[in-house]
Every structure is written in C-alpha cells, then in structure tokens.
C-alpha cells in the first residue's frame, strides 16, 4: 500500500531534557501538531523513562518531499554523528522506523555498548549530575509508592500513629526483648569485701553485704 502523500517534511531533534542526549530524524505530516517526537528505540526508552514532558523537539530544517527528506536524514545521520555518546541514534538515516534487529551486527553492538558505558562513566563522575539523578530515582520512587505501584515490602507501621500507651507498650517489649539477651537482666551483684555474688532484684541485701563487686 504507497505511502500517504503529506503536506510537510521536516528533520528534527528530539533531546531529553534531563540527560543531554538528543535524536535525530525526519517527519512527513499533514498535522504539524500531532505530538510527533519520533521513532528511535533509544528515543523510545527516554520517553519512557523521563516522560514525555522532559523532551524537547525542534524542527531543524523543512524538505518539499519525502524523497529529498530522506537525503537529507542520510546526509545528518551519518556515521561520524552516531559516534557521538549523546547520540540515541543507533542506525544511519535515509530509512526511518525502528531498528531492526538483524540489522545490528555484533560490530556495531559492541561499539554502542561501550560507548554507553564510556558516556555512564563519565556523566556519573561528575557530582551534579550524580546529585540530580539519585534525586530523580528518589521522586521516582516516592510517586509510585503514593500511587501504590511500589512491590517491595512495605512497612506496617508506614502512615501510622501509635497512642502514648501503645508507645509505653512496644518500649517495655523492646526492654524485655533485649533483658532476655543479658545474663545480668533481674539481678545484680552484691559484697561483703571479701566475696562477691549475684542476687535478684526482689532479694534483700544481707547485713554487712552491699551493692557492687568487689574487683580482685
């Protein structure tokens, strides 16, 4: 089935706010508004991860037809751009759609794999951006747990208030959890200065006997 015939043909570059990192491609469209920010399977994953709002795109340059429009992408989407690390590109243009699969040798898997990782490197090296974005996953967080998307275990003490009494109760619990674990819990030593030994706390101190112990 041939393509649509659309009024307008432009390049663009969709970049994401939060990381730098931009892509490039081309559009036809009878719509100028139609919420076009592209394709790309990196693009994709930044959309997704940052939403849609953190993305910007700007039209870089208008073509009359789809045919000059694909010389042009091929002509910007070169080699030398993909090189880039801020690049989400993954393929050189004049094609258009998403990436497919056997068309991404082991070659060129292993070069945008280190190049992702040299980017990772480098962009976590650097304080402020390792601030914002532990920031980011922080709020990330914090909303799916108030939306209860969160799977990990959650307190059941989480939003709640305890009464002064129940607050006395886990307190003596606590006290009696941790007594169980010390031999001297409910007693105390006692001496006469010349022995020592061990007594209840219910017990009475003999005559001439006293707190402590003595040290030898």
């Known amino acids: 089935m041939p393509r649509k015939l659309h009024k307008w043909?432009?390049?663009y570059k969709t970049t994401c706010n939060v990381t730098g990192k931009y892509y490039i491609g081309m559009h036809s469209t009878s719509n100028l508004e139609d919420g076009y920010m592209g394709s790309g399977k990196r693009l994709g994953y930044s959309i997704n991860k940052y939403g849609r709002e953190n993305h910007t795109?700007?039209?870089?340059?208008?073509?009359p037809d789809r045919s000059s429009l694909k010389e042009k992408e091929k002509e910007i989407v070169n080699e030398n751009l993909?090189?880039?690390?801020?690049?989400?590109n993954l393929k050189e243009g004049g094609e258009g759609g998403w990436l497919k699969e056997f068309t991404f040798g082991s070659c060129d898997k292993e070069f945008h794999k280190q190049a992702v990782i040299k980017?990772?490197?480098?962009?976590w090296s650097d304080d402020s951006y390792r601030e914002k974005q532990i920031k980011i996953?922080?709020?990330?967080?914090?909303?799916r747990i108030q939306k209860g998307e969160f799977k990990g275990r959650k307190s059941s003490f989480l939003g709640n208030s305890h009464s002064e009494e129940t607050k006395s109760l886990m307190s003596d619990k606590a006290k009696e959890r941790i007594g169980n674990?010390?031999?001297?819990?409910g007693s105390f030593w006692i001496t006469n200065g010349k022995e020592n030994k061990k007594v209840k706390i219910t017990d009475n101190i003999p005559e001439n006997w006293y707190k402590g112990r003595k040290i030898k």
């Open 181 to 185: 674990k010390n031999s001297q819990f």
């Open 57 to 63: 795109v700007e039209i870089l340059e208008w073509l």
């Open 82 to 88: 993909l090189k880039d690390i801020m690049c989400m």
């Open 137 to 143: 996953l922080s709020e990330s967080t914090k909303r």
């Open 119 to 123: 980017s990772n490197v480098s962009k």
């Open 9 to 11: 043909h432009y390049i």
